[in-house]
Structure formats: structure tokens, C-alpha cells
């Protein structure tokens, strides 16, 4: 089962910056936080993940809370094309390739 | 790179018949994972190997299932008999085993199975 928790649904307008959060509080010391999206009719796609510190790519940024019970995936300028479900999966041990998808954050964005 | 290669993209067969499903993961990945996406159900994962071992099937919901890697480039998932609950989406993903990317997998498009 999956062991995080996200809001069911969200809208964000395009162009503004899209927080998606989600709950981990289960979470160990050596434990990742991995973020997948799945656009309609597409395989899931691989986004970002972290540890403990805060991580940034071409695709969104990742912001852990200090405590590491909760975290937040931003997407800086979102397009339309962000349209996806999000898909928040902890834990992740090392060696470990085993992902849990729950029901996700399915994100809307409004032109 | 072509990314995850899977075949047929659809496929639409007859209770009892058989259904072989194939994936050519991306080249130079050691991991391969098989998973099926329903609307009840959501994404689960069926299979998983490592250099071509299977390494956990505890997700293959039935004997009716069986998965082979023969080589690092190629892997199947057959159903056999089939039945119209094993309608869904199937995806293959591949990945990279490595220190702090382990959850880092590549999915392929995926092949929506529809048993009639």
C-alpha cells in the first residue's frame, strides 16, 4: 500500500507556479521521496526525487520539510501541458526498486 | 535512445486465448518491471527483475501469468488462458540500479489489453 498522501485533485492557472504538496510522514533517515506525473494515455514519466535536501531540475523543484514528514513538488511556470496526474512515492531505499503508486493529485491547468 | 519499447500497442483477443505481451527495455538497464494500470485497481506492479532474475513476482495476481526475461534487451509477459478481468493497461519500465536512483524508472507506452 502506498504509504503518502495527496490531495485528490488540484487546479492551478497557466503561467502561475503549481505547489503540489504530500505526506510522508513515515518516512526514515535514509529513506527517498520520488515524484512521478502520468499525462492521459501515457506511461508515467520520472520527475524528480530527494533525501533530506532540496533538489531542482529542468522539470519542477522538490522542497523537503525539515522533519522530512512532508514535501512539496513545484512546478515554477505551469503550461498546459502539466496536465497530468502526480504521483508522490515514499519510501525508496537504496537497492530497493519497488514504486507504490497511490491515487495520486490529478492537476488541472486552466488557460 | 528509443526509450521502452513495447508491442502490440492493442490489443483485442477472446476469453481463453493466449496474450503475449513484449517489452525491449532501454539499453544499458538492468531492471525491468512489469506493471498493469485499471481504473479500480490504479498502477500495480505485476514483476520485477534485475540482470535478467526475476526478483519479485508476488505481484502476478494468478498461475495464469508468467513473465521471462531471456536476455537483457527482451521481456515477455504471457497470459494464458486469458479472461476479460485482465483487461487494462500493461506497462513495461526499465531502470539503471544505482546508489541514489533506484526508484528512477523509464516507462513505455504501454499495451491496452482488451479481453472480450
Known amino acids: 500500500d502506498a504509504k503518502t498522501t495527496q490531495p485528490p485533485s488540484m487546479d492551478c492557472a497557466e503561467g502561475r507556479a503549481a505547489n503540489l504538496p504530500c505526506n510522508h510522514s513515515t518516512i526514515s533517515g535514509n529513506e527517498y521521496v520520488y515524484w512521478y506525473r502520468q499525462i492521459h494515455s501515457q506511461g508515467p514519466q520520472y520527475i524528480i526525487h530527494?533525501?533530506?535536501n532540496n533538489e531542482t531540475n529542468e522539470m519542477a523543484s522538490l522542497i523537503i520539510t525539515e522533519d522530512r514528514k512532508s514535501s512539496t513538488l513545484i512546478l515554477p511556470h505551469a503550461t498546459l501541458r502539466d496536465t497530468a496526474v502526480y504521483y508522490c512515492i515514499a519510501p525508496i531505499n537504496f537497492g530497493n526498486e519497488k514504486l507504490t503508486f497511490g491515487t495520486g493529485t490529478r492537476l488541472t491547468i486552466i488557460p | 535512445d528509443a526509450g521502452v519499447i513495447q508491442s502490440p500497442r492493442h490489443e483485442v483477443t477472446e476469453m481463453g486465448q493466449e496474450v503475449t505481451l513484449r517489452c525491449k527495455p532501454i539499453?544499458?538497464?538492468?531492471?525491468l518491471f512489469w506493471y498493469r494500470q485499471t481504473m479500480m485497481r490504479g498502477l500495480e506492479l505485476l514483476i520485477y527483475?534485475?540482470?535478467?532474475?526475476?526478483?519479485?513476482d508476488s505481484g502476478m495476481p494468478e498461475d495464469r501469468f508468467s513473465a521471462k526475461m531471456p536476455n537483457a534487451s527482451f521481456s515477455t509477459l504471457k497470459i494464458q488462458p486469458s479472461e476479460p478481468r485482465d483487461s487494462a493497461v500493461y506497462f513495461c519500465a526499465s531502470s539503471y540500479l544505482l546508489a541514489a536512483s533506484s526508484g528512477e524508472q523509464y516507462f513505455g507506452p504501454g499495451t491496452r489489453l482488451t479481453v472480450t
Open positions: 530527494g533525501l533530506k
Open positions: 539499453s544499458g538497464h538492468n531492471s
Open positions: 527483475f534485475n540482470n535478467n532474475v526475476p526478483i519479485d
